[in-house]
């Protein structure tokens, strides 16, 4: 099946700096989606891209959707303490179809 | 707006009951639902997709006699695990694929943690 490679798995960064990761895939998607989750809670939708090239900001995010529809990155800028957490990319192919996800990325961000 | 709500959100049982968790969309409609299970610092492992009015589509290795889904109507989807063992603990969380607006974008409930004694 199709399978997202998520990098990197970890990050450790001092507050105020930035941060990036990236997903690629051997397959070709028609929908990249960043999500956050915290401890104990369901994932959180962040940014969804819909169209190769396309670059989307949301606040202190920006995500782009690769050129090539196989990749997709997501940075945050100034990070704060909040920022903690676990982001997972998302690829989609078609409405109602399942989604396939990366393996997560844990961002630790010292105060 | 696109809230998912899910109930109960823990859960402890004892082996060999069933439990059931609901997972609602409070202010859009979906056809189509989403049933995951995620073990402690792993990805999301999707088990079934749910349509409402039709049968649910299982994963590879989900049992559909253990885990039975119900999506009766477009706003209300539910997951019953049936007489429940220790190595079914684990955090469920459901998803929600609107019916209006962007392609594929799923939005999640809050999960539910369940505990087989």
């Known amino acids: 099946g199709q399978q997202l490679n998520q990098s990197p798995q970890s990050m450790f960064i001092q507050e105020g700096e930035d941060v990036s990761m990236n997903c690629t895939s051997s397959?070709?998607?028609?929908?990249w989606l960043w999500y956050k989750q915290d401890p104990g809670e369901g994932p959180v939708l962040l940014i969804a891209?819909?169209?190769?090239?396309e670059l989307t900001s949301n606040g202190r995010l920006t995500a782009q959707f690769g050129i090539t529809r196989k990749d997709s990155f997501l940075n945050i800028s100034a990070s704060i303490p909040s920022d903690v957490g676990i982001y997972f990319c998302a690829g989609g192919e078609t409405s109602g179809s399942r989604l396939t996800f990366g393996e997560g990325t844990q961002l630790t961000v010292n105060p | 707006g696109a809230v998912v709500s899910q109930h109960p959100s823990w859960v402890i049982c004892k082996s060999g009951t069933s439990v059931k968790i609901e997972c609602r969309s409070l202010?859009?409609?979906?056809?189509?639902m989403f049933w995951y299970r995620q073990f402690p610092k792993q990805s999301l492992m999707l088990m079934a997709t749910s349509n409402e009015g039709s049968k649910a589509t299982y994963e590879q290795g989900v049992e559909k006699d253990k885990f039975l889904i119900n999506h009766a109507s477009l706003t209300l989807s539910t997951l019953t695990v049936t007489s429940a063992h220790p190595e079914d603990s684990s955090f469920y969380i459901c998803?929600?694929?609107?019916?209006?607006?962007?392609?594929?974008?799923?939005?999640f409930g809050p999960g539910t943690r369940l505990t087989v004694l």
């Open positions: 891209l819909y169209k190769a090239g």
């Open positions: 998803s929600a694929e609107p019916d209006f607006g962007g392609y594929n974008e799923q939005f």
């Open positions: 202010d859009f409609q979906a056809t189509t």
């Open positions: 397959s070709i998607f028609n929908t």
